[in-house]
């Protein structure tokens, strides 16, 4: 599976950006998919992940109730929309694929990566 994030950018605190991540398997619908971030001089940090179906979600505590995910298993792709942004949330973002069908929190879960797409909030 390839994964290809984008719609980082600069915002504004309390502004919004909606990211996206395009993944070039045909079973796309058979990977529960999930969102990291980075920034800098941190640890990479489980933001949210959504199961194969999208019924079932989960967040990371910091984002719940401001961040969504999503998926749309017909355009294989994956979003994350993030409302309430906050300087804290600068950070390299990058989405994964596990094929345990299922939500997955640690990234030794995922076997595969995108490339992150850079998010920053200025105060």
């Known amino acids: 599976v390839q994964l290809q994030a984008y719609g980082g950018g600069l915002v504004q605190a309390g502004g919004s950006l909606r990211l996206s991540c395009a993944a070039s398997a045909r079973t796309f619908s058979t990977y529960a998919m999930g969102w990291f971030r980075q920034a800098p001089g941190k640890q990479r940090e489980f933001v949210a992940t959504i199961s194969v179906s999208g019924g079932t979600t989960y967040y990371l505590q910091s984002v719940k109730g401001r961040f969504t995910i999503s998926r749309d298993n017909v355009k294989n792709t994956v979003y994350l929309q993030m409302n309430s942004l906050k300087p804290e949330d600068t950070a390299a973002y990058c989405c994964?694929?596990?094929?345990?069908?299922?939500?997955?929190?640690?990234?030794?879960?995922?076997?595969?990566w995108g490339q992150g797409t850079l998010v920053t909030v200025s105060s």
């Open positions: 994964a694929a596990t094929d345990e069908r299922r939500i997955a929190t640690l990234p030794h879960e995922y076997g595969y």
